[in-house]
């Protein structure tokens, strides 16, 4: 796909990877509609993107909730009159032990609202985005792209039952939704980045951030700016679909 002219929604686009991608794709001449709910962060990558001479507009969304997300993703199709392509990023985390053991007695378990609250917005929110734009592609009768941010976490991490189903099964929907939609001209791919240096790592002690890179046989964090390039070679590539894109240094879970 060439990306000038065409519209791009971006989920979690407030910051970190979801702005990197944000910025990445307008400065390849994308339109850009950004969600996530921090208005503030919104109006910061809309700014950045502005900059790069493409229209950007800001959609106060939780991608979890189906009433918003529908009514958004109509709003940026009246608004920009097309809708080529989305990157479902947004995700968060409540990391915890299945069940917590010392001295031999249970003292903790992972709670549902835990479980729940990581499986709403990583997995049905990465459904409801990718439903409600694949509609409006097949309306538009334009094909499209869909980039699904998996994780390497996708194999199964220590503390993260809740990340870890969430990003498998975000892998899997883009193979499935791979093979439904590419009748409509719509390709889907995956990404799935290992540790990244975003706010949240940033925050981290250094002895931590050493644990977390001593494994990784490029010996470092990967930057967002590569996760987003990653995302634009499935954009860019017509030949892409169906596949996950190891963005990870190199590390294996």
Known sequence: MELRNKTVVVTGAGRGI????????????ADIALFDRNQADLEAAAALCTAESVQARTYCVN?????????AMTKVGAEFGRLDGLVNNAGIVRD??????KDGAVIGRMSLDQWDS?????????????????????????GGVIVNISSIS??????QSN????????????????????RYGIRVGSIAPGFTHTDILASMRPEV??????????????????????????FENEFF????LDIDGGLRL
Request: with cysteine.
């Open 241 to 244: 679909t169906g596949r996950c």
């Open 63 to 71: 991608v979890a909730d189906e009433s918003e997300v529908s009514a």
């Open 209 to 234: 951030l050493d644990k977390l890179t001593a494994p990784v046989p490029l010996k470092r964090l990967g930057k967002p700016d590569e996760i987003a390039h990653a995302v634009r070679f499935i």
């Open 18 to 29: 979801g702005r990197a991608i944000a910025l990445q794709l307008a400065r390849h001449g």
């Open 118 to 142: 990581v499986i709403a917005v990583n997995l049905s929110g990465v459904f409801l985005c990718a439903r409600e734009a694949a509609a409006h592609m097949i309306e538009f009768g334009n």
């Open 163 to 182: 990340y870890s189903a969430a990003k498998a099964g975000v892998e899997s929907m883009s193979v499935v939704w791979a093979k439904e939609l590419a």
């Open 154 to 159: 996708r194999a199964g991490n220590a503390g």
């Open 96 to 101: 915890g032990l299945l069940v917590k053991v």
